[in-house]
């Protein structure tokens, strides 16, 4: 006996999208905030001599787009990006291209990803444009068919994964139907005019006199006229109500900007949030866990990440703390992985009350950060319900700064936050000082002399005061560079060169004569 056949449940319908989220950088290297944020319907373009918008140069600008990704079918889609730029792709989490910092892609590269129909995933796509002619193209490959430009209904803005399309088929523009006349239709009759109306008379017509009417014998008596009735007493207005009170709406004061070092310790036990993260943390964050008394896996960097949504950064790895595959169910796991503007991977932070906090991934609503040990499937999301190990104390951890080099207090500085490196020239490794009136975002950037970036650092706040950093260069050829510090919108620019052979790298913390 033949069982009936079941019918395949159909998948939503993909085509809704209108393009990615795009961020316009007026630099190579995404430093410092954009100039221009609007939405591409697809990445196609052939800027050529020219530039994508009057806000930003012919050369050296970058451009990150970001956003979720829809496949029309399952399985492995490979991409492939048309440019002779460089450039890095991330799709569901998973860096598939990346020629960036001059790198050369090899044979060994996986540019494909599984992709399930009716389903969206992240995607980001980072492009550098040092000088010359500039444009790109991502094409996908899907499973069975040629190259070609992803459409721009696959193409969905920075939003949920979650968001389902509509039911039924993407909207199409109708075209306005225009009547098509019939050669043998009779031809419809004039409409008749409407008569002019006569004018009327403006003076009435007069009687002859042997035709007035004559006068009558009897005069008729007048009938004796009515009393006039009294006039009604007038009414008494009704008394107006008083207007209801306006209240007066007081808006609340924007959150307190959590940025900072911290260790996170459950109020339940007073342990501290750890992941093992398989890579040891730098020397200046070592320094910053001594002086703090804990160990550099206990700690993260809260850093803003837009929508007043925060992402936790692990010092060790510069890797952040996530939901695992972006789940929304109860006991899901959480790990660490490269940030990529996950909605699993940033956090809305709220007061618990008490000094202690909530954290709750983007992506679900009423499910947070919950401490569990091995038994209890470690750490993980779960529904909210006050409990004492769902709520956490940020404890403040000052990072420690790095031992100045002998002789960089005595190198003047130059531009608004008095910049300046030493040894300059070097054989690679150099310290760099500057100070901020107030505590701003910054970043630098290293250009070869082609204005090519080389080396980028992450773009973080950073506290008022004079501050100073190692930078380590000797993996770079020997010439001449240009150290940009971009500090908020403010760029100051230095020339630098290495030089091989050259003296000793200074001993740090040595004194000089």
């Not at 899907?142 to 696959?154: R, W």
Request: charged fraction near 20%.
């Amino acid at each position: 006996m033949l069982l009936p056949a079941t019918a395949a449940r159909p998948l939503p319908v993909q085509g809704w999208g209108t393009g990615l989220t795009a961020f316009y950088f007026n630099n190579g290297s995404l430093a410092g905030a954009p100039v221009l944020k609007r939405q591409d319907a697809s990445i196609d373009f052939k800027w050529g001599a020219a530039a994508p918008a009057p806000e930003l140069p012919t050369d050296n600008f970058s451009v990150r787009w970001e956003g979720l990704l829809a496949a029309p079918s399952t399985g492995r889609y490979r991409f492939v990006a048309v440019t002779t730029d460089e450039v890095r792709l991330w799709v569901n989490g998973k860096k598939v291209l990346d020629t960036w910092n001059g790198r050369k892609a090899s044979s060994t590269d996986d540019a494909t990803v599984t992709l399930a129909a009716g389903e969206k995933t992240t995607i980001k796509l980072e492009y550098n444009d040092s000088e010359g002619t500039a444009g790109i193209q991502l094409q996908w490959v899907a499973p069975g068919q040629s190259a070609q430009v992803i459409p721009s209904g696959n193409l969905y803005p920075l939003g949920s994964p979650l968001t389902r399309d509509p039911a039924g088929p993407p909207p199409v523009a109708k075209a306005k139907a225009v009547p098509t006349p019939n050669p043998n239709a009779a031809p419809k009759p004039a409409p008749a005019k409407p008569a002019p109306a006569k004018p009327a008379a403006t003076a009435a017509k007069t009687v002859p006199a042997d035709k007035a009417p004559k006068p009558a014998a009897k005069a008729v008596a007048q009938a004796p006229a009515k009393p006039a009735k009294p006039a009604p007493a007038e009414k008494a207005p009704k008394p107006v109500k008083p207007p209801k009170p306006v209240k007066e709406v007081v808006e609340a004061a924007p959150p307190a900007d959590l940025s900072g070092l911290y260790m996170l310790t459950v109020r339940s036990t007073g342990r501290p949030l750890k992941i093992d993260q398989g890579r040891p943390a730098t020397r200046a964050e070592q320094l910053a866990a001594q002086a703090a008394g804990v160990k550099e896996e206990a700690q993260w960097r809260i850093e803003p990440a837009g929508e007043g949504l925060y992402r936790l950064v692990s010092p060790g790895s510069n890797k952040v703390l996530e939901v695992l595959g972006s789940s929304t169910s109860n006991g899901a796991p959480l790990s660490v992985w490269t940030y990529y503007s996950g909605y699993n991977q940033r956090w809305k932070i709220e007061d618990a009350g008490e000094g202690y906090y909530k954290f709750t991934p983007h992506h679900v609503r009423k499910k947070v950060l919950t401490y569990g040990d091995t038994l209890q499937g470690g750490l993980q999301q779960l529904k909210y319900s006050g409990a004492p190990n769902q709520q956490w104390k940020l404890v403040a951890v000052k990072p420690a700064e790095e031992p100045l080099l002998a002789g960089a207090p005595a190198t003047p500085g130059v531009g608004a936050n008095n910049m300046s490196v030493y040894p300059n020239p070097s054989n690679g490794v150099m310290q760099m000082s500057y100070s901020l009136a107030e505590a701003r975002p910054l970043g630098w950037v290293l250009y070869n002399q082609n204005g090519t970036a080389v080396r980028v650092s992450d773009y973080r706040k950073q506290t008022a005061g004079a501050h100073h950093q190692t930078l380590d260069f000797t993996g770079l050829p020997a010439g001449d560079y240009y150290l940009s510090l971009t500090v908020g919108v403010t760029n100051t620019r230095q020339l630098i060169s290495i030089r091989r052979p050259a003296a000793d790298v200074p001993e740090v913390g040595a004194t000089g004569k």
